[in-house]
């Protein structure tokens, strides 16, 4: 059983599960308020595309009060109710392992996440095959799946700064903001990080460099606006992994 997102890393983990597991291998994504809706649109048609079965299912996180609480190590506590769920999932299903998409460079990252796979004993091929972002673009790519490079995804709680309590009109209007500029800014990093009426947008250099454009500026104003907020400011710096909590 694969732990699937839809994005690169876990995709290159569920086409090398199918090569050696046929049709043995399936994968399961969480499809709750945490993961966008473009997000379960790809985990759909990769499996789809490596005829692998899928299985979506809610669990529930917002119902944790750990997680509902958004902790600096919030990502501990929703790694953890996933992975207990997960485990208890692919017992059930006589499944046996479940694999984590964690990669190599994650070592060099902030994740309490990974507390929780320590513990519970998710298995991490390509971060125990020394295998990083750049390799798994390059699996991707010779692999031909579409997700090959896909820009990093993370979930939509990632995008609210920690001690500020989820819900789930909060993140409906992440999702609903970021689905709109998405229709106008196409592929790359996007962020809308939610400090209420503000929204404070993070892209990457192309992508901010188009951004100003006198046309398209208005359009993503309007599509933050009608998401909701009452502000839309562009963030200078960039966007950068965590960047909910940085400065």
Known sequence: MVSFSGGADSSVLLAAAKEALG???????????????WEMDDARKVADELGVKLWEVDAQELGDPDIQANPNDRCYFCKRLRLKYLLNFAREKDLGVVLEGSQADDAFERRPG????????GVTPLADAGIGK?????????????????????????RVPAGTPLNPELLKRIAEAEHGL????GYGQIRVRDHFPIARLE???????????????????TAVLEAGYSYACLDLKGYRNGGADTK
Do not use: H, W, Y
């Not at 699996?139 to 993370?154: E, F, Q, V």
């Not at 998405?182 to 800014?185: A, G």
């Open 182 to 185: 998405r229709k106008i800014l």
């Open 114 to 121: 990974k507390k929780a796979l320590d513990e519970l004993g």
């Open 23 to 37: 049709k043995n291998a399936q994968a399961l994504i969480f499809s709750g308020a945490f993961t966008p809706q």
């Open 203 to 221: 892209f990457n250099p192309d992508i901010m460099a188009r951004v100003m454009q006198k046309g398209i500026r208005q359009e993503v104003v």
């Open 134 to 158: 750049e390799d798994i673009r390059i699996l991707g790519r010779s692999l031909g799946l579409a997700t090959a490079d896909a820009p990093s995804g993370a979930c939509l709680a990632s």
